[in-house]
T-cell receptor
């Protein structure tokens, strides 16, 4: 069975500090990996995705994520956060050749001034 | 262009009543997904439509839940005899193609409260 685990439900951080949001998955087949962001009172939107190739993926708003196959992880990072990054972040996986997406429980990033 | 829209944005109903939730996907998008998001939890897959193929209903939690989609247009999710545990935000997403590499485009959701 496939599953996605986001280890931290909430991450408080001060403005301009670095942040890492953790995501681990389990799957017996190849996966594609996604991070979605939900800003307050808005719908989910894609932040970045890993399909193949370089394991370091860059997304919008200065975020990046690294796919680590051996550790089955896809952690999201940003070197310096801004107040406007306050949002909920969801990690998701889809299976190769199977159109279903599995989402983690989300991590609320709270950036403090 | 217009994004995915959902209606109503909020729905309060009494236990035992039926409710119908609507999703308008982005025009031309082949695939459409429904998810449920309970408070403090992640997105739970409910059902998936791909063009004119038979839908994947494997995520529907009970036979009180059903959904329809005509071609590549509007979809409705119906919950019969609502229960308090049905209270959640119901999200709809559409994708341009029906492939697992696609980006999902989400609607704003319908917040359902069952009293």
């Amino acid at each position: 069975a496939q599953s996605v685990t986001q280890l931290d439900s909430q991450v408080p951080v001060f403005e301009e500090a670095p942040v890492e949001l953790r995501c681990n998955y389990s799957s017996s087949v190849s996966v594609y990996l996604f991070w979605y962001v939900q800003y307050p009172n808005q719908g989910l939107q894609l932040l970045l995705k890993y399909l193949s190739g370089s394991t370091l993926v860059k997304g919008i708003n200065g975020f990046e994520a690294e796919f680590n196959k051996s550790q089955t992880s896809f952690h999201l990072r940003k070197p310096s956060v801004h107040i406007s990054d306050t949002a909920e972040y969801f990690c998701a996986v889809s299976l190769y050749n199977f159109n279903k997406f599995y989402f983690g429980s989300g991590t609320k990033l709270n950036v403090k001034p | 262009g217009a994004g995915v829209s959902q209606s109503p944005s909020n729905k309060v109903t009494e236990k035992g009543k039926d409710v119908e939730l609507r999703c308008d996907p982005i025009s031309g998008h082949t695939a459409l997904y429904w998810y449920r998001q309970r408070l403090g939890q992640g997105l739970e897959f409910l059902i998936y439509f791909q063009g004119n193929s038979a839908p994947d209903k494997s995520g529907l939690p009970s036979d009180r839940f059903s959904a329809e989609r005509t071609g590549e247009s509007v979809s409705t999710l119906t919950i019969q005899r609502t229960q308090q545990e049905d209270s959640a935000v119901y999200l709809c997403a559409s994708t341009p193609l029906a492939v697992s590499t696609d980006t999902q485009y989400f609607g704003p959701g319908t917040r359902l409260t069952v009293l």
